[in-house]
T-cell receptor
Framework: AQKVTQAQTEISVVEKEDVTLDCVYE???????LFWYKQPPSGELVFLIRRNSFDEQNEISGRYSWNFQKSTSSFNFTITASQVVDSAVYFCALSGTDSNYQLIWGAGTKLIIKP | NAGVTQTPKFRILKIGQSMTLQCTQDMNHNYMYWYRQDPGMGLKLIYYSVGAGITDKGEVPNGYNVSRSTTEDFPLRLELAAPSQTSVYFC????????????????FGPGTRLTVL
């Protein structure tokens, strides 16, 4: 069975600090996809990144970076020089043949950036 | 493109009433989904559709029904509303493309906040 664990329920940091959100997944699939979504206080869900299981290269997009490590089944998300606008709930998700490609969602990590 | 649109944005129902949540997408996506999100929780899949005329149950289908007569529309029907159905409902769509299945990123509507009293 597939599972996504976001052990950090809530993280609070001061603006400009770096912060890493952890995501650990379980799957028996060899081909699968990992995602991160952001849900700001306004409530909408915003797609951030998709990664397939064959691409372990780290991804950087501005202040955001993602570290995918198959050896530890992790897909961690780092925000560098955090800003108040980064405050949101962040969800990690997994899809693969084991779930008929439906998204398996983590419980989310609430990130609070204090000014 | 409007993306994924949902109506209504807010609704209050009395126990036992019924209603339909509307969802429309204009991206020609083949996959569509309905999720519910309870306060402080993650998303749970209610129903999904891989194309017009094809629907299937997700994790929490009880108390809901769906239909998919066109590529664009995927309404969610609540019959005999109960307080346990108080939640925010999100509709989403994705395109499977050459990746197969529902591996594409999902695009979400703004959500419908439903309260059952």
């Amino acid at each position: 069975a597939q599972k996504v664990t976001q052990a950090q329920t809530e993280i609070s940091v001061v603006e400009k600090e770096d912060v890493t959100l952890d995501c650990v997944y379980e799957t028996r699939d060899t081909t699968y996809y990992l995602f991160w979504y952001k849900q700001p206080p306004s409530g909408e869900l915003v797609f951030l990144i998709r990664r397939n299981s064959f691409d372990e290269q780290n991804e950087i997009s501005g202040r955001y970076s993602w570290n995918f490590q198959k050896s530890t089944s992790s897909f961690n998300f780092t925000i560098t020089a955090s800003q108040v606008v980064d405050s949101a709930v962040y969800f990690c998700a997994l899809s693969g043949t084991d779930s008929n490609y439906q998204l398996i969602w983590g419980a989310g990590t609430k990130l609070i950036i204090k000014p | 493109n409007a993306g994924v649109t949902q109506t209504p944005k807010f609704r209050i129902l009395k126990i036992g009433q019924s209603m339909t949540l509307q969802c429309t997408q204009d991206m020609n996506h083949n996959y569509m989904y309905w999720y519910r999100q309870d306060p402080g929780m993650g998303l749970k899949l209610i129903y999904y559709s891989v194309g017009a005329g094809i629907t299937d149950k997700g994790e929490v289908p009880n108390g809901y029904n769906v239909s998919r007569s066109t590529t664009e529309d995927f309404p969610l029907r609540l019959e005999l509303a109960a307080p346990s159905q108080t939640s925010v409902y999100f509709c989403a769509s994705s395109y499977s493309g050459t990746s197969g299945g529902a591996a594409g990123e999902q695009f979400f509507g703004p959500g419908t906040r439903l309260t059952v009293l």
